[in-house]
């Protein structure tokens, strides 16, 4: 398997073709594209200023408490903005931990304010599986949208996938026999998100960041495919944990 950034992307802007931007850099005659779901927000005008979010009482209240708790002043419309990005609050202090309405959890719901092209804030797409889909079939090769986000029991931030089409997102090895010939009962790779893990550590961070990698000769393998990537609720023993919690 190899990945190669897509070199000399403009920057993105409200209406931007990424497909027709990608396809006058590369060759995808075959392969896998990752796109940072940055370009991809600013290319759908997810781009917004703090004043669109004018604050509620919850949000003035979550924005008191997280100023009380961490010593930093808390504007109350990016709460405001984040409530409005979430269908389920799972935290509200020392952070906002929150589900995003395509089901990724993610602190903030993913709004970002670095990198956006001069506004407050970027915040994620709407749909970014839907986003996947259009560029996959203008380019006819899958496409996955990631972004970064830090994980429970690690340091720092690593590239997950939070949109995907053309490809399925996970592998399930269940069935399959380990080295001692133990049939596997619980195994399910989640790909998308090793994909997306991959693509970053060559589309880097910061100002040299690269939005766009191909990753090719990439083989899914014959073993079962399914689209399963956000853990339900009835399954997420973690989440279930973290309703009866409370930040002391």
């Known amino acids: 398997m190899q990945l190669h950034p897509v070199p000399g992307l403009p920057e993105i802007g409200p209406g931007d073709d990424l497909a027709s931007l990608v396809a006058e850099r590369v060759d995808l005659d075959s392969g896998i594209l990752c796109l940072a ?30 100023e009380e708790r961490t010593d930093e002043e808390k504007d109350p419309r990016f709460a405001q903005a984040v409530l409005e990005e979430s269908t389920d609050l799972l935290m509200e202090s020392p952070f906002l931990l929150t589900e995003t309405r395509f089901g990724h959890i993610c602190v903030n719901a993913g709004i970002d304010r670095s990198n956006t092209g001069g506004e407050d804030l970027l915040l994620l797409p709407k749909h ?45 090895w269940r069935g399959e026999s380990d080295r001692d010939g133990r049939e596997l009962g619980v195994t399910v790779e989640n790909v998308i998100d090793e994909l997306a893990a991959a693509a970053n550590l060559v589309a880097g961070e910061g100002d040299g960041g690269v939005p766009a990698v191909v990753v090719e000769d990439f083989e899914f393998g014959e073993m079962d495919g399914s689209d399963e990537h956000f853990r339900d609720v009835e399954d997420d023993y973690v989440r279930q944990a973290l309703r009866g919690w409370s930040y002391e």
Not at 135 to 150: F, K, N, Q, R, W
């Open 128 to 172: 970014p599986s839907e986003s996947a889909a259009r560029v996959s079939e203008a380019l006819s090769v899958p496409v996955i949208v990631t972004d970064t986000c830090g994980r429970p029991f690690r340091h720092g931030q690593r590239g997950v996938a939070i949109g995907w089409a053309g490809t399925p997102a996970s592998r399930d």
């Open 37 to 66: 779901s940055t370009v991809v927000s600013k290319a759908e005008g997810r781009i917004a200023a703090l004043d669109e979010f004018p604050a509620g009482p919850r949000a003035r209240e979550i924005a008191a408490r997280l």
